[in-house]
């Protein structure tokens, strides 16, 4: 090759990105013909979730962009013979950005492809026998008929959600078929175990080595790990939704306008006398936090003092006043100044929880307007049990190299899925911020558990830290392990001296 030839392939090799058509246009040249987000995924070689995201706003990239305008274009060609022009709304219904697009309802079935049968076949899910399909596969559409269609042998819960799109790495685990009917644990493949196995052999056993470079993989790993747990899911969800303005950024280096609830609280005065202080470290937070109810699609508005315990989001509330800041840290955390505030879902039901009957500590928070979606607390579990077991096991064989892994997939998952530019293929700031807030409920339990058991909390902060004054073996067991607390520093403090 000449030097000339080389400069031709590389100019070659560069070239403008494909015109797409709007967001809402897409979706409407692909129902004008009839054809389901599962045909065109297929077509493509992405999940239906990813055809779901270009639907709803979000851009493709390289190669896959150019195949997907060149599938519009047919689509546009096919639908407009005589001319090439945009396709009226009303042919198969407009898609704003903020359209329904998502599994909003209870069913969790959002526009999938339902279709009826004409002859019962077995549910995927339970397997007795079903009338209806979604997307090519038999299934019943709610928890509720699998419950009552396979009662006893199965539970009703919703599974995790369906694959996103199938991924592979050259210098790691590679992930299965992007989509399958149904999975069996059996058949989960081991990807932490052999990410860990090829860093070593890569490393030559140089431990230090193989896990900075685990640590620089970790999210991508995470997500190829995530869409490994969501085969055979009765959810489908959408990784690049549209977002509401509370929810982005200000500026570049700014926030948004969620509060997290993150406790920052101790005690004011501690009883007479010097005491022994135990610092108490509560283990994989994030991790028992990814055990939340998560919105599964777009966030739908609503306005009103109501509460739908089968939809989760952001809210708008005023919290009440809380009067037990001697004992106890507000549930709401700290605040500089009054007035209402757009709170998560983990925040808004430990409040209305404490204001019921059971407890009655405060008054209920008023609810001004929400931003929701059908919800289930079951979306990431399959995920969640995974690395739980991962590090488990790490801890049980001294694997310090898979633990620390493990640590950093789950903690970076949780903090780069909002606005990053580390994690490119899941935008959920509403997923992150629900997330964190669990952790500091999680926390803020923990905190009531311990006053209830007539332990003196002295100090509450972020999502792991409980200082307490008593015996504190008596209430919380002591381990590495998630559903456990180890100790993190023993201090003595005395009559003001609880900053110590």
């Not at 620089?216 to 939704?241: E, N, Q, S």
């Not at 009883?271 to 937070?285: F, M, Q, V």
């Amino acid at each position: 090759m000449t030097d000339f030839d080389a400069l031709d392939a590389l100019l070659a090799s560069v070239q403008p990105e494909a015109a797409l058509p709007p967001a809402g246009e897409r979706r409407v040249l692909r129902e004008g013909l009839g054809l389901s987000q599962a045909q065109i995924a297929q077509a493509l070689g992405v999940g239906p979730s990813t055809v779901r995201g270009w639907e709803s706003g979000r851009e493709p990239a390289g190669e896959i962009r150019t195949k997907y305008a060149y599938l519009l274009d047919g689509l546009r060609a096919k639908l407009h013979p005589q001319k090439d022009e945009p396709a009226d709304d009303s042919a198969g219904g407009s898609d704003s950005a903020g359209g329904s697009d998502s599994a909003s309802g209870d069913s969790g079935n959002g526009d999938e492809e339902v279709m009826d049968l004409a002859v019962a076949a077995p549910c995927v899910l339970c397997g007795q026998p079903a009338v209806q399909q979604v997307e090519g596969f038999p299934q019943h559409l709610t928890p509720e008929e699998c419950a009552s269609a396979a009662a006893p042998r199965r539970s009703p819960a919703p599974a995790p959600p369906p694959p996103a799109e199938s991924r592979t790495r050259a210098d790691g685990p590679s992930a299965p078929p992007a989509r399958r009917a149904f999975q069996d644990a059996s058949d989960m493949p081991d990807l932490i175990g052999q990410a860990v196995h090829a860093a070593m052999e890569k490393s030559q056993g140089d431990v230090e080595a193989a896990s900075a470079a685990l640590l620089k993989r970790a999210i991508p790993d995470a997500m190829i790990l995530l869409d490994a747990c969501r085969k055979g899911a009765r959810y489908d969800i959408i990784a690049h939704p549209w977002i509401p303005d509370v929810l982005k950024k200000k500026t570049a280096r700014g926030a948004d306008e969620i509060w997290e609830a993150r406790p920052k609280w101790t005690r004011a005065a501690l009883p007479p006398g010097t005491h022994e202080i135990t610092a108490l470290d509560i283990n994989g937070a994030y991790l028992s936090a990814l055990k939340t109810h998560l919105p599964l699609g777009v966030l739908e508005h609503s306005a009103g003092n109501t509460h739908d315990r089968r939809r989760a989001g952001i809210h708008l509330i005023t919290p009440p006043p809380w009067e037990h800041e001697a004992v106890l840290p507000n549930p709401i955390g700290n605040r500089d100044e009054a007035g209402p505030l757009w709170v998560t879902e983990p925040t808004l039901r430990l409040l209305l929880r404490l204001s019921g009957t059971k407890y009655g500590l405060c008054e209920p928070p008023v609810i001004h307007e929400s931003f929701t979606s059908g919800a289930t607390e079951n979306l990431l579990e399959k995920f969640r049990g995974t690395l739980r077991d991962a590090r488990e096991t790490a801890i049980a064989e001294d694997d310090e190299v898979t633990l620390e892994y493990v640590k950093a997939m789950y903690s970076k998952f949780v903090s780069t899925m909002g606005e990053s530019n580390y994690n490119r293929e899941l935008y959920r700031p509403d997923w992150m911020h629900i997330i964190r807030s669990q952790a500091f409920a999680n926390l803020w339990t923990k905190a009531f558990k311990a006053h209830n058991e007539n332990l003196t909390v002295v100090r509450a902060m972020g999502t792991d830290e409980l200082h307490v004054l008593g015996d504190w073996r008596r209430v919380f067991p002591e381990g590495r392990g998630v559903t456990e607390v180890k100790v993190k520093d023993v201090y003595t403090a005395g009559v003001g001296d609880a900053e110590n």
